[in-house]
């Protein structure tokens, strides 16, 4: 089933960043989009999440023009359907990891899968403050927020930025198995070329141009 598919994006800000970009995400596949600092990876992941809306081109989303979704549509496919991680955590910092993890139970009508709390390895500091935590503590709870929505498609933007390349290549498993078991996909912005390669399709943003390298 196609989940996404982008057709000739262009955008600029104060100058041209990209043009004519497509690409199409379909269940249980995994895209990485790889490219240097500033070349657009992280607006084209935003154009491609409904954070942005293009210059040029569509971007349909299970079928729909998101261009064409009401106010209303668009909201609850925000909430229902799309999970975005970033390299900052952006926990509520006032509530324990949990509590955080009860506002996506909340908003997603999902429970909290204990077994994700314990591949993620933070099972045993869940009732402590997000403040209390350390950095890596912080980006994995707010993985867990993301995947106790049961999304449709993960957006991720350098998800493992804040994470050793062992708990990195974990997280990126959990991903890999999230995806199959839910016929879901993927949409992976990174800089480490190494964990591009472990997904399905490579495309690297180079000279305005979108270009297919696996």
Do not use: W
Request: with cysteine.
């Amino acid at each position: 089933m196609n989940l996404l598919s982008a057709q000739n994006l262009s955008h600029s800000f104060e100058y041209e960043l990209f043009h004519n970009v497509s690409l199409d995400l379909y269940s249980k596949e995994s895209i990485a989009i790889i490219g240097m600092s500033g070349s657009g990876k992280s607006t084209l992941l935003h154009l491609l999440s409904t954070l942005l809306q293009p210059n040029e081109g569509k971007v349909k989303i299970l079928g729909k023009e998101v261009a064409a979704m009401s106010k209303k549509e668009l909201a609850l496919l925000k909430r229902s359907q799309l999970g975005l991680v970033f390299q900052s955590h952006y926990l509520f910092k006032g509530f324990s990891a949990f509590e955080n993890l009860e506002v996506a139970q909340i908003l997603s009508q999902e429970k909290i899968d204990e077994s994700l709390l314990k591949k993620l390895d933070i099972e045993h500091c869940i009732h402590q403050k997000v403040t209390e935590l350390s950095g890596g503590q912080q980006q994995r709870v707010s993985i867990a927020r993301v995947l106790t929505k049961k999304p449709t498609i993960i957006f991720a933007d350098e998800p493992t930025g804040n994470l050793d390349s062992k708990t990195a290549m974990e997280v990126m498993r959990l991903f890999f198995e999230y995806c199959q078991e839910h016929n879901a996909g993927m949409v992976l912005v990174t800089h480490d070329n190494h964990l591009a390669s472990q997904c399905d399709k490579v495309f690297e943003l180079s000279n305005k141009e979108l270009k297919r390298i696996k």
